[in-house]
């Protein structure tokens, strides 16, 4: 179902081509509208939200929803991220959204993915010693290397604008977060990425806010929410850690920022909002190739 809103649209022209070869009256702007809708209401039915404490990764971390938010588990957040939103595939632990929104409807806003990364023990020796200003620059051009690898493969090209909030560290209770800005192929609005980071014993947790740059005030008014809604449980914790008997990474603080920048998007979501204008624009394109091929006139 990748590209859904695609699919239907152009599900919609055959259905509306075959009616009028029957010299039945084709879809108008409010039944295409309508039929969008209740496309989009049938997906958004099939998911399961849960609410509460949530057991991540078979007793690893525990999850409690923040209030006035929703949890997606791992099938459905996959197939949000890969088949409704059009991301790379890749593991996910689930996704959180705020209560009254929805991944596939105009009033979505942003979506939080969970993930873990089992890469050892994260040495935070180098937190006061990093130079931000540097690693963005090298994270830009890494960015850009990766380009041509992406778009070979048919995703687009993107570039990393910047910090939207500089790394903060707090190194008490093992957690980071920080954010950044990226602009996907020629869309006019920026995409936000705000990482969250909970170091534990063999890994980091991730929480990594998918939306666009208006979201940000709301994610940092939220931020304490997030940070405080997740944590290792006993044995996965950073404080468990044993030297003489776990990994530890090849990278600090500052590789941890770094890292592989794997930016997703909710482009097709935050397109989703203007499916009133798409479907009525699309509607009087529908009507001219109607009368282009048959000759008749449209209803």
Known sequence: MKH????????????????????????????????????????????????????IDNGMATLEIPEGYKYLEPHQANRVLTEIWGNPPSETLGLLLPENTSPVSDNFTYAIEITYEEEGYIADDDATDIDYDELLTQMQKDVEDANPERIKEGYESFKLIGWASEPYYDQMNKKLHWAKEFKFGESETNTLNYNIRILGRKGVLNLNVIGDMSVLPQVKNDIDSFLNSVDFNEGYRYTDFNPDMDKIAAYGIGGLIAGKVLAKTGALAVLLKFWKVIAIALAGGFAVLRKRFTGNKTS
Do not use: R, V
């Open 4 to 55: 859904t809103i695609i699919l239907i649209f152009f599900l919609t022209f055959i259905f509306s081509f075959g009616q009028e070869n029957e010299n039945q009256p084709a879809l108008d702007e409010t039944e295409l509208i309508e039929l969008y809708q209740e496309k989009m209401d049938s997906i958004e039915k099939t998911f399961s939200y849960q609410h509460g404490k949530i057991d």
